[in-house]
């Protein structure tokens, strides 16, 4: 299979072009994860907003799914950069539904966009992650996420689970260890 599309992208986009619901629905599931990652990016690391992109990301994957007979790409890249579109689109939605601002907080302008191909590397790395959390027990998971994706610190991850400093810290290297073998494993 083509780098470009390691995830099998290219055949589900096409059955589901045919009305495959079962393919349309796989490949809902392979963007949803991506949708929710772009999501949390845009929206920042606030605690206040921790299921913000959860919102965010379903308000895409139902844009997606209204909008996928239009969708006329034929590349995983093309693919990719739609979903992007659509979800940025949701989550600037979203925060003008609930009176944020839309820039970002930093109020500087927005990184250039990657290449296309860069693009899809960095969708389909990002989709491994989350599908390999989505194996993964509930309090590990949850400990990977708060450390990794929100950013807390070992105190206040140790404060939110109830548990001791150190004991976060051993949960988390192990959590870390799982992750890896989980992500060896799609590789073989």
Known sequence: MAKEDAHGLLPLMAAARRG?????ERLVVHLR???????RSWLGHDLSLRQADSDVAQDAVLAIWRQFPAFRGQTAAELIAWVRRIAHGSAVDWKRRHGLPTSLPTGEPPAPEPAPLEQVEHAEEVMRVFAALERMPARRRQLVELRLIDRLPHSKIAE???????AT?????????QLRGLLEEGQA
């Open 20 to 24: 495959d619901a079962l393919a349309f």
């Open 33 to 39: 994860a991506f949708c929710k990652v772009l999501a």
């Open 160 to 166: 939110r689970l109830g548990a001791s400093e150190a």
């Open 169 to 177: 810290r051993v949960l988390f290297f192990r959590a870390l260890e």
